[in-house]
């Protein structure tokens, strides 16, 4: 049986005092389109994005309510909506964008899937990269690290 769904213009007094229950549920903004705020049994509340893309129903999480104003969340809210109107796939991007990973873990993958089947010397190039290259280069984004970035690896 299908529960109506609950909607309601979102005020900042209703965001505090919308009292948690057994079962986390979402309450609809009418005044954004796709906005919602779920309200979960431990009492925490965050805003949620909630839209179609293709045939499936993707969430994309905005933010803690109270870290994030209502109307920030309205904004961004709307942002996103719009970005989904022009074709995109806001929490596919987050999703991606999360799982770029380090120049270190680039590395590491390189030497595992490449280098020890390809490269009787991986050894000594594993060792040159640790030795010279981690230190300033490993906490960096994979696709941050260009020219610049590397020249800037030994102006010191």
Known sequence: MATTPNRKKLTHLLVWKALPSQQAYLIWDTKQRGLALRVEPTGYRAYKVI??????????HLGAADAIGLED????????????????DPAAEKK???????????AARYVEEYAKKK??????????????????????????????????CWDT
């Open 119 to 152: 490269n009787k010397s991986w050894p000594q190039a594993q060792k040159l990269v640790a030795r010279n290259l981690l230190p300033r280069l490993g906490k960096l984004q994979a696709d941050k690290v260009t020219r610049a970035a590397r020249a800037g």
């Open 96 to 106: 991606a964008e999360r799982g770029r990973g380090t120049f270190e873990e680039l």
């Open 51 to 60: 839209y179609r893309h293709g045939r499936r129903t993707r969430w994309l």
């Open 73 to 88: 969340a309205r904004l961004m809210a709307a942002e996103h909506m719009l970005a989904v109107a022009k074709g995109n």
